[in-house]
């Protein structure tokens, strides 16, 4: 792609991308104030009713847009923008006093769409990396569909958190051919990957945590033994940052695994401690990592590190321990406290993103001038 405002062709132009970011984002606002309601905060958006919907806004609305919009950039093809466009909408449409069903159909499409190019990518490059992020947006189509059925969010919450951590686990296993694992590693990662399916499908029939526990356990440590971070810590800046994001997200996949293990099934305190170790600790650190690679690449904007990109990660992990300290010490106050904290690390996140934009910029144009 050439230029900010071009794409090749068969792509999307980079200002009819933004708008499904935005969509995105939307939706990320939205998740986090459910999110505080439930928690006992009064928040002046979204409405109260959307308080138990804080998930799908968070996973789907948010994430499953970004990561469809990423997905659409690197098949280069406009029908793939379909997938984050429907999920962006389904956000909005539940935000916005649709029908909590026409929101999820919305999402269900959109996931289809996503499986569809993930499948498209196994048949041009059948690897093992491709392979892992189609079974994770199989899993998040499986988890769409049970939820639009009318199953409780408890019992598809690790099919949905299966989209995540396939599709991360998958673009790391690519990155690796730069140090590639042994063959024996390969085979442990395809059983890591037999565990997470068979104990995610098991928790629908409310069974099978300890399965599923021992999946994330696995991988966390896989990944912690396997992956480049190991060496790329030891540099500068940037690919430090990145090292460092990704390490510590490795850490908070092993929370959650062992205390889906030693609780043994995903209820009460437990349920939030493993839910949040790993979508908030594990997934928003791995956002974290790759925001400065991921946006210049989706809407073409420069983001020069800068080492205030370590503020909203410290505050990530440090909310994050307050919050599973407060669930495990039954101090309702105390994990609101948590809750309330890591709105306010995401919106760090926010304004260190929004401040390396405008650094680009001025940096550019100075160059010109």
Known sequence: MSGNKTARPGDLAVPFRLPLLIMGFISLAAGVGAGLLRLGWDVPFPPAELALLHGPLMLSGFLGTVIGLERAVALGRRWAYTGPLLTGLGGLGILFG??????????????????????????RQRELFTVTMALGAASWLAGNLLWLSGSPQPAVVALWANFLILTIAGERLELSRFLPPSPVARQVFKAILAMLLAGSAMVLMSMGTHLYGAGLLALALWLLRQDIARRTVKERGLTRFIAVCLLSGYAWLAVGGLTLLASGGLAGAAYDAVLHAILIGFVFSMVFGHAPIIFPSVVRVKMPYHWTFYL?????HASLI?????????????????GLLNAVALALFILSTVGSVIRGKSQKQSVRS
């Open 98 to 123: 649709l029908p909590q069903s026409a929101g999820a159909v919305a999402m269900v499409c959109g996931s289809i769409v996503l499986l569809a190019g993930s499948v498209l990518i196994v048949r």
């Open 312 to 316: 909203p990660l410290l505050a990530l």
């Open 322 to 338: 307050v919050r599973l300290c407060g669930g495990a010490l039954e101090l309702h106050d105390l994990r609101s406290l948590g």
